[in-house]
């Protein structure tokens, strides 16, 4: 049965995001988690001098890192169609994939139109203002919980469309491990403060926009051709059409002759030059 539906197309247009428990599940879980603690550090690794990112205890890293396993997460198949289907367009690109921790003592941070730090993130994502009729104008992020998040651990607030910006609406993303969050760079959210005395929370997740929208991306991956050892072997294993999620040229491409054929082979170990001659 497949974890994302029309049905969810249409809660993410009335709504402005959507919330999908036990998106990841069982091994796949178990072998997520154990991916993310190896890029995140956990409280009782980093309390006596925890780091300062995005306004004091708090850490966000982004690509590259050292985990195989959640680029490979990252290219799951139903994310992708339901992205296409967003976006209207099958010629999609990945953005920018990241892991976030919030620690104990974390304040609020980040942007926000008042106190409550209520904001959408299109204003650091993209070189446009936002549009509030045309949806494919904008990128759909897919940010799972691998591990439990209670309400005194900076859980995201979510305020469907319909509350406009009544910060009295707001939803705390209080959910179980594997959950995921759908949510676009239009939809209205705001941060939380991390208020328990121990623990984390860890947030990992991945993007996409049109490929056409050039003016797009809140980070990029385009300096990773060379001295990403694993960045290198994930784009070495992927087939030519899945390539293209990360901005390489498609098959038939001019570019592809055998001078450059031999170079990417030589610098994505596994490159089929096969499928692009």
């Avoid at 890029?39 to 050292?66: I, R, Y």
Wanted: a negative charge; aromatic letters at 12%; proline letters at 5%.
């Amino acid at each position: 049965m497949s974890r994302l539906t029309d049905d969810h197309i249409e809660e993410l247009d009335r709504e402005g995001f959507i919330i999908v428990p036990n998106f990841v599940r069982g091994d796949d879980l178990t072998r997520l988690q154990a991916a993310q603690r190896r890029v995140l550090p956990t409280w009782e690794e980093v309390q006596q001098k925890p780091p300062q990112d995005q306004s004091g205890n708090s850490l966000l890293v982004c690509f590259p890192h050292e985990e195989m396993e959640l680029y490979q997460g990252a290219m799951d198949a139903e994310s992708i169609d339901f992205a296409r289907k967003w976006l209207k367009t099958a010629d999609i690109h990945m953005r920018v994939g990241c892991l976030v921790a919030r620690y104990p003592g974390h304040s609020t941070g980040g942007t926000g139109e008042d106190d409550s730090n209520l904001h959408i993130d299109n204003g650091n994502n993209s070189l446009l203002p936002f549009s509030d009729q045309l949806r494919e104008f904008g990128q759909i992020g897919f940010w799972v919980h691998l591990e439990d998040v209670e309400l005194d651990q900076a859980p995201l607030r979510l305020i469907a469309k319909r509350h406009g910006r009544d910060m009295t609406q707001a939803v705390p993303l209080v959910c179980r491990a594997g959950t995921l969050c759908v949510f676009t760079n239009f939809s209205w959210h705001s941060a939380t403060a991390y208020t328990r005395a121990d623990g984390q929370r860890f947030t990992w997740g991945y993007s996409f926009g049109r490929a056409d929208h050039y003016w797009e991306g809140f980070k990029h991956y385009t300096h990773l051709g060379k001295g990403a050892p694993v960045w290198q072997r994930f784009i070495g294993g992927l087939t030519a059409q899945q390539r293209q999620l990360w901005r390489f040229p498609p098959a038939g491409h001019p570019y592809y002759t055998e001078q450059t054929l031999a170079l990417l082979a030589e610098q994505y170990p596994g490159w089929n030059a096969d499928e692009y001659r």
